[in-house]
């Protein structure tokens, strides 16, 4: 059988063409779906649920209970409150001002406005300053340019030529230093 991603792809497909899927109350049995029937589904679901009022956010009722509209905080959040694990917000982001936590885990991306200041127990840094890890449960600091790349010396080991490298146990893309200081990558 051919891979899905190979077969032609119809433009526009039309509502009685069909989708293949999983029954998932006997045993993820693979089905045909029609389009037609799975906006059929849609239709009376919001049918059920509703389409809301505008300032209003859908809201759980718990597993097996469907959801309904609720009125929001205002503005334009979704208050939660009394999380005691973590939250998973999907695709979805947080967007906070002048954030004090003793504690705030980034698990793919933290970004940092143009206009943020990062401040470690009142030190803002210096231009050009490096923000500087201290290993773990050890707050971090600010280093100079050049006291970092003072303490960040890189020894290598010193050889006549290429063959002299590879000779001495080196591979290729390592690297080496000649006598006169000239760093060279084993090739």
């Known amino acids: 059988m051919a891979k899905i991603s190979t077969y032609p792809i119809i433009n526009p497909p039309l509502l009685t063409d069909i989708l ?42 718990g597993a097996g209970i469907a959801p309904t509209w609720q009125a929001g905080s205002g503005g334009s959040f979704v208050p939660y409150t009394g999380a005691t694990t973590n939250v998973n917000l999907g695709a979805n982001a947080i967007a906070a001002q002048n954030v004090e936590s003793s504690f705030v885990e980034v698990y793919e991306s933290l970004y940092i406005g ?28 600010w280093q100079t340019q ?36 000239v760093v060279s990558i084993v090739l």
Do not use: R
């Open 20 to 61: 293949i899927g999983s029954d998932v109350a006997n045993s993820n049995v693979t089905k045909n779906f029609a389009i037609e029937d799975i906006l059929e589904l849609l239709s009376d679901y919001y049918a059920a649920v509703g389409t809301g009022t505008a300032g209003y956010v859908l809201t759980s009722n």
């Open 114 to 141: 143009s206009d943020c200041d990062i401040n470690l127990n009142g030190d803002e840094g210096n231009a050009g300053d490096i923000l500087l890890s201290q290993g773990f449960a050890v707050a971090p600091i």
């Open 146 to 181: 050049s006291t970092f790349f003072a303490n960040a010396v890189l020894t290598l080991p010193t050889y006549a030529s290429n063959a002299a490298a590879l000779a001495g146990g080196l591979v290729q893309g390592q690297l080496y230093a000649s006598a006169a200081g």
